[in-house]
């Protein structure tokens, strides 16, 4: 029986990859606007949200306002306040005030995924695993492309930008197969981020993600509603 | 100074808007509809995410289009998540050297 904080390590392994090679291009794009690679690795470890830094450093290159600045996080990154409202409904007796404000900073896209589709209720410790690999892999990323981001030819660096995604579907698609709720969530989810990518594309893609999870899950609660107790929560983990 | 300013408001930003949530449901919540809406939102969130990003992931949606596909049908036989995305990967990267051959 592994301990919860290697398992978290563990099951934080492909996550730190991914992150690999996303930071990796936000490493490049950080020095390509004029900031030191050291600052660019700050940038990802106390923010650690992609399409968030990525959007930053344009707006510090560009000179922008702070009040931009902050609302435009605010924007980008408001489903991290939906993640962790879904998260808090899974962490175990033991999560207390100054763990739960550690864990906070760590919620990310893929950790959520990750965190999610765990069996049973989280501990901080498994959390604290999945956070801290994942950080590392976000943050080397982030130094290697700032240093060396021309060394690798473009054809590998392009076909790593589809590894996060990946991932995704590979969350998504089982327990779409066991469920019709979840199924019918994840397709009609994909039909409104089509349709705001493609008929309403001045709905910014923060906004376009936020407002199609919505719609999917609020469809999907009405007609599909979860049985008793909803999940099932049964052994720590 | 203005970087470390942008920086710190950044940061601060996007921290509390996921320590305020986490930090503030306590308790388990009952509603049934707020419940399932909650068990929706990661497959949701995820999925429209996805698509069509992916599409545009890898800079031709060729290559792009061979990596979903791996990526579906190695998912649909419940293969472990780093196989899932590493496969995809080297399927769009193969597609990149193979397709110009057709072309």
Partial sequence: MKSPFVRGLLDGVPIALGYLSVSFGFGILAVRSGLASLTAVIISAVNLTSAGQAAGIAIIAAGGSYLEMALTQLVINLRYGLMSISLSQKLDDTFNTPRRLLVAYGITDEIFAVASAQKGLLTARYMYGLISISTLGWCMGTFLGASAGALLPASLTNAMGIVLYAMFIAIVIPPAKKSRGVLAVAASAALCSMIFRYLVPQVTSGFAIILSAIIASVAGALIFPVAGEGEPEVESV | ?103
């Fill in chain 2, 1 to 103: 100074m203005t970087l470390v300013i942008y920086i710190a408001v950044m940061a601060g930003v996007t921290y509390f808007i996921r320590m305020i949530p986490f930090a503030a449901f306590r308790r388990q919540i009952k509603s049934r509809f707020f419940r399932s809406f909650l068990y929706y939102v990661p497959f949701a969130v995820l999925t429209a995410m996805t698509v069509p990003a992916i599409f545009y992931s890898t800079g031709s949606m060729t290559t792009a289009a061979f990596g979903t596909a791996v990526a579906v049908v190695l998912a649909y036989f419940d293969m472990p998540l780093i196989v899932v995305a590493l496969a995809a990967s080297a399927a769009a990267y193969a597609a990149g050297f193979v397709i110009p051959f057709f072309a």
